[in-house]
């Protein structure tokens, strides 16, 4: 029987499990991958305090080898359920586990959203992609897409840039969203087109992708492109697919947690939520990480006076 | 043989590596990014554009699939 069991190793939940070791709580985490999104960040992070510029990879690295040296349990494996029994939580994993505890952190953050597309799915892999950050290497002098005109898919095309031939960025609104200095940056790079106005409609090819249609929105027009990568970067939706008892918390219309801010318990005594999957406004490793020592230290309250 | 197709940005391959140094697989590290044969190679063998794909005696793995990998690998862990 644990004291908590956190599940999802992104920066929340690393710093949940950071803290409650050093509260002397025993502590499991289950998580997929660390890093969570931290993972996906294709240019340097410049916003997290102490380091100007730091890579994903490289703060991963570090919030990871500072949760290990202390004595924390960790299963590398997919939650599939959160249910709450008499005594506490039970979670159950994607290999057949079953892990019991007296409270459960969800901090399972964010899943890429997909754009509904036809043959997007099909082709997940194949040529479609969540990950620049993994995948772009593999696309060494070929043409690809990037969908999102956000400060996500401007950013990928910075990454992109230092391995492909072409890159389109493919933009639904009339107007792009990426701050000022991104759409600076990616101006300087050579090769790449911005297309406002653009629906994506399909992904299309043989065995690999080979080609992309969309409405051009302002002319009505469909038109294609051809291209071996899709990167996709239109946002993210929280991670709450093994909640399968919508009683356990409240949620939001975005399907986020609602949390008590100041404490980030849900509404299920010992259950508490952290991070990018609860419904605060502000998505960044800063305030996940500040999330998750809320979160312990009141779990370590909360078990004293249980 | 065991052959891990990676490259050297991605997070989930580096998670892959560590569970197999930790579980004492022996493996062959190769960076399917730098070398269009071997790029070649893993989508012959894989059919797939997107890492990690690792081959354990001639049987593909795409993603960090642990079930598989544990099977294929003998590898037990403990409850
Ligand atoms: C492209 C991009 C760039 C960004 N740039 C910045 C930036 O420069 N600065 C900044 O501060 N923020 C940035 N952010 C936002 C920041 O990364 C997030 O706010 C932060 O990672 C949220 O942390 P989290 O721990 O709540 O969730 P996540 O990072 O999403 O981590 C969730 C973890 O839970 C795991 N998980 C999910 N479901 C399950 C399950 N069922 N079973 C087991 N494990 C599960 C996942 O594998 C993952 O490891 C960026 C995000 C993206 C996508």
Redesign the interface.
């Known amino acids: 029987m644990y004291d908590l069991i956190i599940i999802g190793g992104g920066p929340a939940g690393m710093t949940a499990g950071i803290y409650a070791c050093r509260q002397g709580l025993k502590t499991l985490i289950i998580t ?4 969570g999104q931290m ?1 996906q960040k294709s240019v340097e992070i410049e916003n997290y305090p102490g380091f100007e510029k730091i890579s ?2 490289d703060l ?1 690295s570090r919030f990871e080898n500072h949760l290990r040296r202390h004595e924390v349990d960790i299963e ?2 997919s939650v599939i359920e959160l249910k709450k029994n008499n005594n506490g939580f039970l979670v159950l994993t ?2 057949n ?1 079953e892990f019991k505890s007296k409270t459960a952190v969800i901090a399972s953050g964010g899943d890429p959203k997909s754009t509904g597309a036809s043959g997007e799915k099909e082709f ?4 479609v ?1 969540y ?1 620049p ?8 002098n070929k043409d690809v897409a990037v969908v999102g005109g956000g400060d996500a898919g401007f950013e990928s095309a910075l990454f992109l840039s230092n ?1 492909v031939r072409k890159i389109y960025i493919l933009e639904y609104d009339s107007k792009i969203k990426a701050s000022p200095a991104n759409q600076a940056l990616v101006k300087n790079i050579k090769n790449t087109e911005i297309i406002t106005n653009a629906s994506l409609k399909e992904i299309k090819g043989k ?3 080979e080609s992309i249609v969309y409405n051009d929105l302002k002319h009505n027009k469909e038109k294609s492109l051809d291209v ?2 899709v990167f996709i970067e239109i946002g993210y939706e929280p991670a709450t697919s093994f909640i399968l008892d919508p009683s356990l918390a409240d949620f939001n219309k975005k399907k986020e947690i609602k949390v008590n801010l100041d404490n980030m318990r849900t509404k299920t005594p010992g259950l508490y939520a952290i991070g990018d999957v609860v419904s605060g406004k502000c998505k960044q490793i800063v305030v996940a990480a500040a999330d998750g020592a809320r979160a312990a230290l009141d779990i370590s309250h909360y078990l004293k006076n249980e | 043989m065991v052959k891990v197709y990676s490259t050297p940005t991605c997070v989930y391959c580096a998670t892959l590596k560590q569970y197999l140094k930790e579980h004492d697989i022996a493996f062959e590290d190769v960076d399917a990014s730098k070398d269009e044969a071997v790029f070649e190679e893993m989508v012959r063998k894989s059919g797939q554009m997107s890492v990690p794909v690792i081959e354990i005696n001639g049987e593909i793995v795409v993603g960090f699939d642990k079930e598989k990998i544990n099977e294929l690998l003998n590898i037990k862990e403990q409850q």
């Open positions: 997929k991958g660390f890093g993972a994903g990879f991963i590398i494996d994607k290999s586990k997940v892999g194949r040529g992609s990950c950050v993994c995948d772009g290497p593999l696309f060494s391995y065995v690999l992708v071996s990568g």
